[in-house]
């Protein structure tokens, strides 16, 4: 398990590094850079002041001399500057990281307080009007983009309730009232189609496990029904659930991007458009390099899950 | 509730009389087994359908980019101030029929859907079967880049490479349709693994048939199953990616009608007094993707054996 554990910690250098040149290659192939991004509109303006800019920016440097001072940046904590904001990379990511992150945990945590009772009693009570109803709101959780989901809070969650997207962060410690009317409708959102997928797999996993004949062996025993159920059946059935949790995590960072700009949070995905709009190569560079590492942990972390899971699975 | 016209999803298009009725039988039992499905299959239908009435202009009642100064903001049902027109489902800010362009909207939905599903599972299916015939260090090289690919979500992803490429529609149509061809790859390889080891495939190669016909003969016809069903994913997931791009203003740029983009545009700045403008396209998105994925559903519980008795 240790070994594997380092095993894969060390493999993840090269995929890094080989990530790393990809998003430094990638921004930079096409023609036009933060300077032209900002100056689109006045052409006219002074040669000599836009070579000087560039001079200052470093962007005149060779592209491989630019990288090898932007990966040693990165490893002495030095990200760069963002052009757009005027502020250190890392200042910037900092600041928005602990959004994003409470977001996605209590996304998450919805996500999964939702799907595993519904869809355990929709396996259970297969064809029952509760696997029905349960069914037929995931498939509508599914199938609604979470910018739609975002636009309809925005637009009833005024009319209705008076809800404003609070300004500014509002820190659960200080304020948790406005913590949560910050951060929850987004949690709600993006925690909604998390919650449609992960019923929809939860119930065909169970369907297939309570199926199964030590299943039956536990009945036979004479095992009470909730044991048999969440002892025998669920835990059996959880490995395709944290498969697809994985990679929910990692469409859950895609979608905070849309829910972030909708609602007005100032995370790690709003960062990110602006960023991206203004041609502030640091920071999106910054910005990439934390989301795939983050996925790669989570696929890690997904890893190790299964032979915690299944005893069978052994590293 | 069924009927013959899901048949072109289905099956080949039959030339013989007898394997027509065989399409026909297989189809009347699916639409029989599988009623949702059915009904999904015929709405997908439809909307292709609709999208081309867009294209063609035959569904049209206005030109849906056409502004139209005094005839701002109207309701359902509204007749526009100089007599002559008609609006169904009313106008937005800047006069435009509302009806027309939701309907025309469906074309690049469509589009979407269909062009990157069918591009990339077309590149897709071809790297996963070499990726998995060929093998050793083709294999590995191909599966490690795909396995990066698929570290960063779609939409980040798109947005990076648009970020550079600049907005527009056909840009981020083919940035989509080469960012979706992981998925495919992964499937198909997986399969002709699988299907690599049959007895058949041995018999073909003893009798001195070539990779190429081996590949394309016996190892393809053997996995279509999982690409059919990948397929309905994968158009649903266009269509999602396509209007959040649109409606970060990355993608279809105005004036060209685009269900996402409505969503951000008059749909964000007129919700509190109109909100059918943004409450129609984004129900129009969902039903799109509504219907392919149930389709998908049906057609993955119809094909995959493992849960063939399953509902």
Redesign the interface.
């Known amino acids: 398990m240790q070994r594997y554990l380092i095993r894969r910690l060390v493999f993840m250098v090269p995929t890094l590094l080989f990530v790393t040149i990809a998003v430094f290659s990638l921004i930079r192939v096409m023609p036009g850079d933060f300077i032209t991004a900002q100056m689109g509109e006045s052409r006219g303006a002074d040669p000599a002041f836009i070579e000087r800019l560039r001079e200052e920016l470093g962007l005149n440097e060779p592209a491989p001399k630019q990288y090898f001072s932007w990966l040693g940046g990165i490893v002495t904590g030095d990200w760069g500057t963002s052009y757009w904001q005027n502020k250190p990379v890392t200042a910037v990511i900092k600041g928005a990281l602990p959004s994003s992150i409470q977001l996605g945990l209590m996304a998450i945590l919805i996500g999964i307080s939702l799907s595993v009772p519904i869809g355990v009693i929709a396996a259970v009570k297969q064809d029952s009007w509760i696997d029905y109803l349960g069914r037929m709101i995931a498939i509508a959780g599914v199938s609604m983009p979470n910018f739609f989901l975002a636009t309809l809070i925005i637009i009833y969650g005024a009319r209705w309730l008076g809800w404003f997207p609070p300004q500014g962060y509002q820190s659960f410690f200080t304020n948790p009232w406005g913590n949560l009317q910050q951060f929850g409708p987004g949690a709600i959102v993006l925690g909604a189609a998390l919650s449609a997928q992960n019923m929809r797999m939860i119930r065909t996993t169970m369907l297939e496990t309570l199926r199964a004949d030590y299943v039956r062996t536990a009945r036979a025993k004479g095992l009470r029904e909730s044991v048999v159920i969440f002892r025998h059946a669920f835990r059996n059935a959880l490995i395709p659930v944290v498969t697809l949790l994985g990679f929910q995590i990692i469409t859950t960072v895609g979608g905070s991007v849309l829910v972030e700009t909708v609602l007005g949070i100032n995370g790690i995905g709003r960062n990110f458009i602006g960023a991206v709009t203004q041609r502030d190569y640091p920071l999106v560079q910054g910005i990439l390099l934390v989301i795939i590492t983050t996925t790669l942990m989570v696929n890690l972390l997904v890893d190790l899950s299964y032979s915690w899971l299944d005893p069978r699975i052994r590293y | 509730m069924a009927s013959a016209s899901t048949a072109g999803t289905l099956s080949q298009p039959a030339s013989s009389p007898s394997s027509l009725a065989s399409a026909r039988k297989r189809l009347l039992k699916f639409a029989r087994k599988r009623p949702i499905g059915a009904v999904a299959g015929l709405m997908c239908l439809a909307l292709v359908l609709i999208a081309i009435g867009g294209a063609t202009g035959v569904l049209l009642t206005n030109d849906p980019e056409v502004f139209k100064g005094s005839d701002r903001l109207m309701g359902f049902m509204s007749e526009s101030r100089d007599g002559q027109r008609f609006y169904i489902l009313g106008t937005d800010e800047l006069g435009r029929d509302l009806y027309s362009r939701i309907v025309k909207g469906a074309q690049i939905s469509i589009f979407f859907g269909l062009g990157v599903a069918s591009i990339s599972i077309t590149l897709g299916a071809f790297l996963g079967l070499t990726s998995a015939y060929i093998g050793g260090k083709f294999d590995l090289i191909v599966q490690r880049i795909i396995d ?1 690919l698929q ?6 992803l798109a ?8 907005p527009g529609v056909m840009k981020a149509f083919w940035i989509l349709a080469f960012l979706s061809i992981p998925r495919p790859t992964r499937v198909v390889r997986g399969s002709v693994l699988s299907v690599r080891q049959e007895v058949y495939v041995e018999a073909a190669r003893s009798l001195g048939a070539t990779n190429m016909r081996i590949m394309l003969k016996h190892i393809l016809p053997n996995v279509v199953a999982p690409i059919i069903v990948l397929a309905s994913y994968v158009v ?1 997931l266009a269509i ?1 990616v396509e ?2 791009l649109s ?2 203003g ?1 993608g279809a740029q105005p004036p060209t009608p685009s269900w ?1 983009a409505m ?2 545009g008059s ?2 700045t007129y ?2 007094t109109n ?1 059918r403008l ?2 129609l396209p ?1 129900f129009a ?3 799109v ?2 219907a392919s ?2 389709f998908g559903d049906a057609l993955r519980d119809e094909l995959d054996p493992r ?1 063939r008795g ?2």
């Open positions: 990066l570290t960063v979500p779609l939409l980040v947005i990076a490479v648009v970020s550079v490429t600049g649903a999602v209007a959040s409606f970060l990355i996402g969503l951000t749909g964000q919700f509190q909100p943004a409450l984004g998105i969902s039903l993707v509504f994925n149930m849960l399953t509902r």
